[in-house]
């Protein structure tokens, strides 16, 4: 990292990105005056804007990371302009500032970074980033499907049709659900209307996962995938997405940093003597947080290697094996442990999700790789 006297001598472009324009705010060294120029959100304007500059090697730009991606800071590497994108939600913001404008914001962002008080995050290959994109595209395939099941179940309530033949959305509940009659032509056309979509969901969810199958026995996040794959409650899948949503490990130097990163840490708000503890922050990828969630869930259950787990294992190291069934003992004790105390389970696997957290850190950190 470089040291505050390197970083005065560049010219720090901090840069408000939209999807149209772009606001620069140019800070020179030797000065605190930011000069703002706009510009539209182009490559041919981008190359002109840094074409006016003498010495393209003295620029170092930084912009927010949000909806238009990576593709600017991949335009400003391929024209020899060191580029970091920042997280925003770790951009320090002064309590009484209620003003937000474009101009506003590009100067603050180069101010913030000649300062060295921006956190830049690792920006993926294309590679990495189409795969992360694919497996993004099944957690929203999974949200459609559930919206379309609780829209099916809600109409059936409000008619009287109540399953309680056990789980739902099981092979015997299909055939209820087949077997379902209304007397009311315009009834009978809602149901069916309600029941295609979820079955036409289910088929776009498994056409997803067929396609993300090829990308965990291959590409660039083949390794993580099987060493996640040895724990518990992680599947292929499951690691896949990790995987491609944490890019870089390393990039985190605790496995507390990691964990904070994903917004599994509580709340704190601490003055003097008083110290208070809150939810937890739900703060960064919440991707990575739904999946350590729901892979939490599965030790409420006594430690143990069904055929599936042990399957998963198979061809991974003695470490990651040992690592795997460590984090088994502890998190199954911990869950039972917290579930005689807490009254609420959801509360306990937010818990547990917070040390499989660090458990996934410490496995992708090990050197034993």
Not at 256 to 263: C, F, I, L, S, T
Request: proline share 4%; hydrophobic share 40%; aromatic share 8%.
């Amino acid at each position: 990292m470089a040291s505050i006297d390197q970083r005065a001598r560049f010219v720090h472009l901090g840069l408000d990105v939209h999807k149209d324009t772009i606001a620069a705010g140019i800070l020179h060294p030797r000065t605190d005056e930011v000069i703002v120029e706009r510009l539209f959100h182009d490559e041919a304007s981008v190359r002109r804007f840094i074409s006016g500059f003498p010495d393209r090697g003295r620029l170092w730009a930084c912009y927010e990371a949000g909806p238009t991606g990576y593709g600017l800071a991949r335009l400003l590497t391929a024209v020899g302009v060191r580029c970091d994108v920042v997280a925003p939600s770790l951009i320090p913001r002064a309590p009484g500032d209620r003003v937000k404008t474009d101009k506003r914001d590009c100067r603050r962002l180069a101010r913030l970074h000649r300062a060295g008080e921006l956190v830049a995050i690792r920006v993926p290959t294309v590679a990495e980033e189409a795969v992360r994109d694919l497996s993004r595209t099944r957690l929203d395939m999974v949200v459609d499907l559930r919206r379309a099941r609780q829209r099916l179940g809600m109409f059936l309530l409000r008619h009287g049709q109540v399953w309680r033949g056990g789980s739902a959305w099981t092979l015997t509940h299909a055939q209820w659900l087949r077997a379902r009659r209304f007397d009311d032509p315009a009834l009978t056309a809602t149901f069916d209307h309600y029941l295609a979509t979820v079955q036409t969901r289910e088929v776009a969810l498994r056409a997803v996962e067929d396609d993300l199958a090829v990308w965990c026995d291959t590409g660039p996040f083949v390794d993580a995938v099987h060493r996640l794959g040895a724990y518990r409650g992680i599947t292929h899948l499951g690691g896949l997405l990790l995987a491609s949503e944490t890019f870089d490990w390393r990039r985190f130097p605790t496995a507390g940093r990691y964990m904070g990163a994903v917004g599994l840490v509580p709340s704190e708000y601490s003055s003097g003597a008083s110290t208070r503890r809150g939810r937890i922050t739900k703060a960064g990828n919440h991707q990575v947080r739904t999946q350590l969630v729901e892979s939490a869930w599965s030790y409420q259950h006594r430690p143990a290697v069904g055929v599936t787990l042990g399957r998963r294992q198979q061809g991974c190291t003695p470490g990651t094996i040992a690592r795997s069934w460590k984090a088994q003992q502890r998190l199954s004790g911990r869950f039972r442990a917290l579930a005689a105390r807490k009254n609420s389970k959801s509360v306990v696997a937010a818990a547990v999700a917070r040390e499989l957290a660090g458990f996934v850190w410490a496995e992708m950190t090990a050197h034993d790789r």
